[in-house]
């Protein structure tokens, strides 16, 4: 069974690690550091917590599990301009030789005010990756004896590897646009992240140049208050690396339980090409919570029998009271 996991770890592995090292989430919304530094810091409140889970194919031999943990904070003040800071912890785990990618990364990123309604703001990052594997948990051909065709996992496996694992540093830029209307619910952000600007070198032999396709995301959500149950949430994310390309759009009506304070959001979006995803979302006071599915649409249904991946996202904001006068109109300043 070993073996045969092993063959699909080689046949479905390549293709994923080659395009799309980086890792992606259906509540991408919940965690916006991981599209764009510039989005550090950029929301009402002054200190944002995050922590995403996936579990992902669970139903065939080569599943991943992805953990993602987050914090960003306003730390300086001054006039017009808002400087914040932030950092991003990531873990990605599949198949018998838990192939791993992980990355921890920190953000700073600088926010204008332009109005009373818009604002601007750009970012970098800096992040350290690892991709490491262990080979011992594998097992080969070679270590089948020949003559009475059993398994001893004590003899060669006769594979050369010059090194299992390999660290990395990795640099992030982005820019962004904030609209927030005071006394209301209704805001947008619209922005644009690129990573791996120095395509860093992540293979395992160092003899060997494989660098780190750039990934450029696009990222823009909007809450519109319709009234003082009712908002509509409409959201969407475009991301390429090197030939991989991932296009998930989608919506739907937040129902506030109690204005202000607690709040439903159902949602269903869809990765183009590859799964429906229905989404619920519930918050009060600084917290949210949200669960997601995704429903496998794409020819690996197959194997899947449609299905895809759950995830879970816990998010918790600070929320000062504002003074009663306040000379900064902005909400998020």
């Not at 479905?12 to 599209?35: E, G, I, M, R």
């Not at 097992?139 to 004590?154: E, H, I, L, R, V």
């Not at 060669?156 to 299992?164: A, I, M, V, Y």
């Not at 296009?247 to 869809?270: C, D, K, N």
């Amino acid at each position: 069974m070993r073996l045969r996991t092993f063959i699909l770890v080689v046949l479905l592995l390549p293709p994923v690690l080659a395009c799309t090292q980086d890792l992606h989430y259906s509540q991408f919304y919940h965690q916006p550091l991981h599209l764009n530094p510039a989005q550090t810091g950029v929301f009402r409140g002054d200190l944002r917590a995050a922590a995403l889970y996936r579990s992902q194919w669970s139903s065939v031999p080569v599943s991943y599990r992805s953990y993602a943990v987050s914090a960003d904070r306003k730390m300086l003040d001054v006039g017009a301009n808002i400087l914040s800071l932030g950092i991003l912890l990531q873990h990605d785990k599949a198949g018998d030789a838990g192939m791993r990618w992980t990355q921890m990364g920190l953000s700073a990123g600088v926010a204008r005010s332009l109005s009373e309604q818009h604002s601007v703001s750009a970012g970098v990052g800096l992040a350290f990756a690892q991709r490491a594997f262990d080979i011992s948990a594998l097992t080969f051909k070679n270590q089948w004896s020949a003559g009475d065709y059993m398994f001893d996992p004590n003899l060669p496996t006769k594979e050369g590897f010059n090194q299992s694992s390999g660290m990395r540093s990795s640099l992030s830029a982005g820019m962004n646009w904030h609209f927030e209307q005071p006394d209301k619910r209704t805001e947008a952000n619209a922005g644009l992240g690129a990573f791996h600007l120095n395509r860093p070198n992540v293979g395992f032999d160092q003899n060997t140049a494989e660098p780190l396709p750039m990934r450029l995301a696009f990222f823009a959500n909007t809450a519109v208050e319709l009234n003082e149950f009712f908002d509509l949430v409409v959201f969407a994310q475009v991301q390429r690396m090197g030939t991989a390309q991932e296009i998930v759009a989608g919506g739907g009506p937040r129902f506030w339980l109690v204005p202000e304070v607690s709040a439903v959001q159902l949602s269903i979006a869809t990765r183009v090409g590859d799964a429906l995803i229905p989404a619920l979302q519930y918050q009060r006071g600084n917290w949210t919570f949200g669960l997601s599915y995704d429903w496998n649409t794409s020819g690996f249904e197959a194997a899947t029998n449609g299905r895809g991946g759950l995830e879970l996202a816990v998010v918790y904001r600070s929320m000062p009271v504002p003074p009663a006068k306040s000379l900064k109109s902005c909400p998020i300043f």
